[in-house]
């Protein structure tokens, strides 16, 4: 056979895989961004806390593209898997 080939199943895995990372990065986010206590004087503190309010909004972002990424992925997957099923369904009923 020429032509494209898709494997849903290898897609959902991929698909489920992303919602995996796509929660563990959300969940480093708000660690990342929950408070770090008392650094010490000088402002240490709030320069830390400045830094992690970056990082953890960096993070979220990542997390958003992720699950997107994810959502597309299950719907590419579910998509082959409909697309199969009547393609089985016309050969048996013609």
């Known amino acids: 056979m020429t032509g494209y080939r898709a494997d849903p199943h290898a ?6 895989q992303l919602d995996d ?3 563990e ?3 480093v986010a708000e660690g990342v961004a ?5 650094l010490g004087p000088g402002g240490v503190t709030e320069a ?3 830094l992690a309010d ?6 979220r972002a990542v997390h958003t593209e992720l699950t997107a990424a994810g959502a597309n992925v299950h719907t590419a997957s579910e ?5 199969e099923a009547n393609t089985v369904d016309d050969l048996r009923h013609g």
Do not use: C, F, N
Not at 11 to 16: S, V
Not at 79 to 83: I, K, N, Q, S, V
């Open 21 to 23: 990372v796509a929660r």
């Open 48 to 50: 830390v806390d400045v």
């Open 54 to 59: 970056k990082l953890a909004g960096r993070m």
């Open 11 to 16: 897609l959902k895995t991929a698909a489920d």
């Open 79 to 83: 998509a082959y898997l409909g697309a």
């Open 25 to 27: 990065v959300g969940e």
């Open 34 to 38: 929950a408070s770090t206590g008392d």
